[in-house]
């Protein structure tokens, strides 16, 4: 399994296609699984969660590059649901970044 990508992401939330969005999207996207992946440690890589989790982190990433979208600024956060999945990843990627599984 791959990470999302910009199309299937505009896809799911309705948005129409196009050059710009595709590239705020891709952006976006990015942001979104850099802040997760801080969230988690320092040295872990997309690659780590995704042969871990890939369906909890694509739907994190997912959820994150949604709120981007519509909030850039995140000003009223990331939403708890967002964090549910982020510590749910947290506590796994812990266990394998240290040997526990």
Avoid: C
Wanted: charged share 25%; no cysteine.
């Amino acid at each position: 399994m791959a990470l999302i990508t910009a199309q299937e992401l505009l896809d799911e939330n309705h948005i129409d296609s196009n050059d710009d969005e595709i590239a705020t999207m891709n952006r976006l996207i990015s942001d979104a699984s850099a802040l997760i992946r801080g969230s988690i440690s320092d040295s872990v890589t997309d690659e780590q969660i995704m042969d871990n989790l890939p369906d909890q982190y694509n739907r994190a990433v997912s959820a994150l590059a949604t709120r981007l979208y519509f909030s850039r600024d995140l000003s009223e956060g990331y939403g708890i649901g967002i964090q549910i999945m982020i510590n749910q990843i947290r506590a796994r990627m812990w266990e394998v970044l240290n040997g526990k599984t």
